[in-house]
């Protein structure tokens, strides 16, 4: 897992080799998915149910097309990736392990990330939930993108008061009102490593005052 494979290799093996392909594919996340993805951190989108493009219209998207993430109203570019095999692939033919995957099911292993930072993918005109993408299309929208940030180390904490018997019983209800509540609703403090007064408060992945007197 990456965030800098934003870029198309200008020379592509075939795509029947399972390689890289010559073009791309435009990826629009269903109603709700958004905020999904935003909230907790996920490797893949797996993608049921959709109908890509495939059949005599030429072939559908195959494992290490480039792929661009977007969601509507307005359209925006969320993420990159590239087309992974399911964890569990089913078969046109069960009986003939080479043939095409069947369809209704897409994997996107995550290249790059920008649901907190959606950038504009005004000019793409999607056709469907997976739609082809001219390669030169995802490169302008890679570069839109610009270079990844730098990485560093947080100090990520959730406090909850417990009153329990026992310290044992005060960890499982604490990871009980974990399980429970979820991101959702507790708020989770951050600050970068070695810098405890930069401290904030975050709720579904925005900044929350957590001081009442500021509130007033």
Same mark, same amino acid.
């Given at each position: ?55 005599? *219209?030429?072939? /559908?998207?195959? !494992?290490?097309? =480039? @792929?661009?993430? #977007?969601?509507?109203?307005?359209? %925006?570019?969320? $993420? ?39 950038? *504009?993918?005004? /000019?793409?005109? !999607?056709?469907? =939930? @997976?739609?082809? #993408?001219?390669?030169?299309?995802? %490169?302008?929208? $890679? ?48 600050? =970068? ?24």
């Amino acid at each position: 897992m990456t965030d800098t494979d934003h870029r198309v290799s200008g020379a592509s093996p075939a795509r029947g080799d399972g390689g890289r392909g010559d073009g791309a594919w435009a990826v629009l996340l269903p109603p709700g998915r958004y905020d999904a993805e935003q909230l907790v951190h996920h490797d893949t989108l797996e993608l049921t149910g959709i109908e890509a493009p495939g059949g005599p *219209s030429g072939p /559908g998207p195959r !494992p290490g097309d =480039p @792929v661009a993430v #977007l969601v509507e109203e307005p359209l %925006r570019l969320v $993420a990159l990736g590239r087309v992974a095999r399911p964890t569990v692939e089913r078969r046109e033919d069960p009986d003939d392990p080479q043939s095409d995957p069947a369809p209704g099911a897409l994997v996107v292993t995550y290249t790059r990330r920008v649901f907190d930072e959606p950038v *504009s993918a005004e /000019g793409l005109a !999607p056709e469907g =939930p @997976v739609s082809p #993408l001219p390669a030169a299309a995802y %490169r302008e929208l $890679a570069e839109r993108l610009g270079p990844p940030p730098a990485r560093r180390s947080w100090l990520v904490s959730v406090d909850i008061p417990v009153e329990a018997a026992t310290r044992a019983e005060a960890v499982r209800l604490f990871w009980s009102y974990v399980r429970d509540l979820g991101p959702r609703e507790l708020p989770a403090f951050v600050s =970068p490593a070695g810098d405890e007064l930069a401290m904030q408060a975050y709720v579904l992945g925005e900044e929350a005052n957590q001081d009442p007197e500021e509130d007033n």
